[in-house]
């Protein structure tokens, strides 16, 4: 899986909501911040656990950390 080119795979509300995960936070909270449903934010976390080929926020964590690690080395 590789991060790098996220910005360009993922559209501009998919990147906010992938930052918002990273910041820890859930769906409801995510919604709350964004003034979108709930629902809504499920749907773009699908979209974006598919555009990075992952099947979880952990996965988007590990990933983004991961990337990150190798980006300072």
Do not use: D, W
């Amino acid at each position: 899986m590789s991060f790098e080119n996220y910005n360009e795979v993922l559209s501009n509300r998919e990147q906010q909501i992938a930052e918002k995960i990273l910041e820890g936070l859930p769906n409801k909270r995510i919604a709350s911040q964004l003034f979108i449903s709930e629902r809504t934010v499920k749907f773009h976390c699908h979209n974006i656990y598919k555009k990075l080929n992952i099947r979880s926020r952990h996965a988007l964590v590990a990933g983004y950390y991961q990337q990150m690690a190798s980006l300072q080395s």
